[in-house]
């Protein structure tokens, strides 16, 4: 059941999605659909992971206020009423940003399996209305995305890096060596150097016997590119932010 279900609600649409943009597009050049395709699920999922970031970013600016009230001295039930009323001051839940991030989750799996799975335009997964593109050209820039590709591979994990580096930086305790602290290094040091890697050795080599094809990389490297522009956008707007919760940054 759960298996129709996603082929009727994520998957096939995807897949429909894609093989009427490669029929529009002139010379069905599948490299443009990719990327327009990407673009236009990021569109569709930008309000909700707009919603995460400024959730995230409004955690990490009330950090040191959570801090003052872990260390304030009042006994468990104080100190969770004091939290509940500064997160109802300040419009703000904790778990939002997770709910948000879980409703994208599927959907974005759904669009990475699509291209893992190929040009796979058969009757049987096109729509009625949706006719099998009649010109398939699989060569982007000189570089044929159907099979991998070491160039987009490495930009897939440069796009990474930069993804990581404009990400968030969590608030850590003020507390020299802490746990929190420790860990949030640690996480972003992984994020910023290791995933990157991970990514390209994922993309470009034959990982756990799956040859993944250059789509995924562009794919890839689209959806991180999106993901950028969001977070330097956030950027600009947590001054704003700071301003109205009335923190210091």
């Known amino acids: 059941m759960l298996h129709?279900?996603?082929?009727?609600?994520?998957?096939?649409?995807?897949?429909?999605?894609?093989?009427?943009?490669?029929?529009?597009?002139?010379?069905?050049?599948?490299?443009?659909?990719?990327?327009i395709l990407t673009i236009l699920v990021k569109t569709l999922l930008y309000p909700f992971s707009q919603h995460s970031l400024e959730s995230q970013t409004k955690m990490n600016l009330l950090a040191p206020e959570l801090e003052k009230i872990k260390k304030g001295?009042?006994?468990?039930?104080?100190?969770?009423?004091?939290?509940?009323?500064?997160?109802?001051?300040?419009?703000?839940?904790?778990?939002?940003?997770?709910?948000v991030a879980l409703v994208q989750i599927p959907i974005i799996l759904a669009l990475y399996y699509v291209f893992?799975?190929?040009?796979?335009?058969d009757n049987?997964?096109?729509?009625?209305?949706?006719?099998?593109?009649?010109?398939?050209?699989?060569?982007?820039f000189g570089i044929n995305i159907s099979h991998k590709s070491?160039?987009?591979?490495?930009?897939?994990g440069v796009s990474q890096y930069l993804q990581a580096y404009f990400m968030p930086k969590p608030k850590t305790s003020t507390t020299s060596g802490s746990f929190q602290e420790s860990f949030a290094k640690s996480l972003n040091m992984q994020m910023?150097?290791?995933?990157?890697?991970?990514?390209?050795?994922?993309?470009?080599?034959?990982?756990?016997?799956?040859?993944?094809?250059?789509?995924?990389?562009?794919?890839?490297?689209?959806?991180?590119i999106f993901t950028i522009g969001q977070q330097i956008y956030a950027k600009k707007k947590r001054d704003k932010?700071?301003?109205?919760?009335?923190l210091q940054n």
């Open 4 to 35: 129709s279900l996603w082929n009727i609600v994520l998957y096939k649409p995807f897949v429909n999605m894609l093989a009427f943009l490669v029929s529009i597009i002139p010379g069905g050049d599948v490299g443009i659909a990719v990327i």
């Open 73 to 99: 001295g009042a006994n468990k039930e104080e100190q969770a009423r004091l939290t509940f009323e500064l997160y109802k001051q300040h419009k703000t839940n904790p778990f939002s940003g997770c709910l």
């Open 116 to 121: 893992i799975k190929g040009l796979n335009f």
């Open 124 to 140: 049987d997964v096109l729509y009625s209305f949706v006719h099998v593109p009649q010109n398939i050209d699989t060569i982007f």
């Open 150 to 156: 070491f160039i987009l591979a490495f930009l897939a």
């Open 192 to 224: 910023k150097y290791i995933f990157p890697v991970f990514i390209f050795l994922i993309l470009y080599s034959d990982f756990l016997g799956v040859s993944l094809s250059g789509a995924v990389a562009l794919y890839w490297i689209t959806s991180n």
């Open 241 to 246: 932010l700071v301003a109205t919760l009335g």
